[in-house]
């Protein structure tokens, strides 16, 4: 596809389960980046990778948190023990290069824990 | 604390008539501006940006107004649209980083 991947769309677990969320962005974007949304609110910072390096994770709550974008395209964000509190919107975008704020965002994945 | 926040929370318009979104930002030091917009169940579409060195920048329906001297931002929507029913996200961003600073949002109701 042209746009943003982003899978699961919708994924329930129950407290204390790991999770990974999944992003596919447009082809020939260096730069990926993913957000959290909780409802009501705008997109919060988590984590920056310019090609395969993360370049800012400064945004990831805690050590339970973790994104890799192993071959500089695809990136995996996991989540340890999961906690209620992580239950949010995780979007995942991409860009041409950094610098923009013309971000490409994928349409989220939908994260509830139980 | 620096944070970039709106107004209105939500904003009801008459199709065919003009709508104007607001935006207060608190950091001074911020230099570029972004408007999004998120329809229901999507991500957050890039609209049009606007960077320090200027106060006024039009896009096709849009028009994204800076004013530096309060700290304010607005986007104006020409002859409002039912597609334009969406909510709508001021973004700022410094020394053209990668990192984006999001306000909380306005929701544009479009009535028919």
């Known amino acids: 596809g042209a746009g943003v991947s982003q899978t699961p769309s919708n994924k329930v677990t129950e407290k204390g389960k790991y999770v990974e969320l999944r992003c596919d962005p447009i082809s020939g974007h260096t730069a990926l980046y993913w957000y959290r949304q909780s409802l009501g609110q705008g997109p919060e910072f988590l984590i920056y990778f310019q090609g395969t390096g993360a370049a800012d994770d400064s945004g990831l709550p805690n050590d339970r948190f973790f994104a890799v974008r192993p071959e500089g395209s695809v990136s995996t964000l996991k989540i340890q023990r999961t906690e209620r509190g992580d239950s949010a919107v995780y979007l995942c975008?991409?860009?041409?290069?950094?610098?923009?704020?013309?971000?490409?965002f994928g349409e989220g994945s939908r994260l509830t824990v139980l | 604390g620096e944070s970039v926040g709106l107004h209105l929370p939500t904003l009801s318009v008459q199709e065919g008539d003009n709508s104007i979104i607001n935006c207060a930002y608190s950091?001074?030091?911020?230099?570029?501006f972004i408007w999004y917009k998120q329809e229901s169940g999507k991500g957050p579409q890039f609209i049009i940006d606007i960077r320090s060195n200027m106060d006024k920048r039009q896009g096709q329906r849009v028009t994204v107004l800076l004013n530096k001297t309060v700290k304010h931002l607005s986007l104006q929507i020409a002859a409002t649209q039912p597609g334009d029913s969406a909510v709508y996200f001021c973004a700022e961003n410094r020394d053209s980083s990668y990192k984006l600073i999001f306000g909380s949002g306005t929701r544009l109701l479009v009535r028919p």
């Open positions: 975008a991409s860009s041409l290069t950094s610098g923009t704020g013309m971000l490409f």
């Open positions: 950091n001074s030091a911020s230099d570029y």
